[in-house]
């Protein structure tokens, strides 16, 4: 059974920064794209960060471009998510999400729980 | 980035037919997928490349459509289909459709 669990958020001041990790199980974590999508309370789903399987590449929606920063560790199965120069419009939770297979990344196939993530002052 | 649109809500009775419909802001081809959110609960998929029946989803659901028209079908409705739904593109950077609510009468 795939199983994705998210930890690291709470609340945090503007400006500081956060790391989400991601503990990913039941299935090859190696051969799977791997993504971050958002939902502000309330609101609806946004993506925010792709990898792909082995890290080499990495995609951002253009409003996180240059704070956040999506890596992985294969030999941990853990993906993870920096966040600096929070804002208050980052306030959501963050859901870890995995690919369909090893050769796409155009769908978020499994979804963690999520961890809420809080910028206030 | 493509937008994609969604009537924010529909209500209907159980055992009814119902489709939600979801329309891009350009052709997406059928890179169009569909996801189901119950309250308090995480996204799970549904419907992948427009038209595919995610494994373990409920033959009660189908999707269809390409270009900018796409179509989720729930037929017939069940009290546990309660939930949001929300269609996301992939031809470019993926984006969500703003959701549309379902309530049981």
């Known amino acids: 059974e795939v199983q994705l669990v998210e930890s690291g958020g709470g609340l945090v001041q503007p400006g500081r920064s956060m790391k989400l990790s991601c503990a990913a199980s039941?299935?090859?974590?190696?051969?799977?794209?791997m993504a971050w999508v958002r939902q502000a309370p309330t609101k609806g789903l946004e993506w925010v960060a792709t990898i792909s399987y082995d890290g080499s590449s990495t995609y951002y929606r253009d409003s996180v471009k240059g704070r956040f920063t999506i890596s992985r560790d294969n030999a941990k199965s853990t993906l993870y998510l920096q966040m600096n120069s929070l804002r208050s419009e980052d306030t959501a939770t963050y859901y870890c999400?995995?690919?369909?297979?090893?050769?796409?990344?155009?769908?978020?196939?499994?979804w963690g729980q999520g961890t809420l993530v809080t910028v206030s002052s | 980035d493509t937008v994609l649109t969604q009537s924010p809500a529909l209500a209907v009775s159980p055992g009814e037919r119902v489709t939600i419909s979801c329309r891009a802001s350009e052709s997406v081809s059928t890179l169009m997928h569909w996801y189901q959110q119950k309250p308090g609960q995480q996204p799970t998929l549904l419907i992948y490349l427009a038209s595919n029946l995610e494994s373990g989803v409920p033959a009660r659901f189908s999707g269809s459509g390409s270009g900018t028209d796409f179509t989720l079908t729930i037929d017939p409705v069940e009290a546990d289909d309660t939930a949001t739904y929300y269609c996301?593109?992939?031809?470019?950077?993926?984006?969500f459709g703003g959701g549309t609510k379902l309530e049981l009468k």
């Open positions: 999400t995995s690919a369909p297979s090893m050769y796409t990344t155009d769908w978020f196939a499994y």
């Open positions: 996301q593109q992939s031809w470019n950077d993926p984006t």
């Open positions: 039941g299935f090859t974590f190696s051969n799977y794209g």
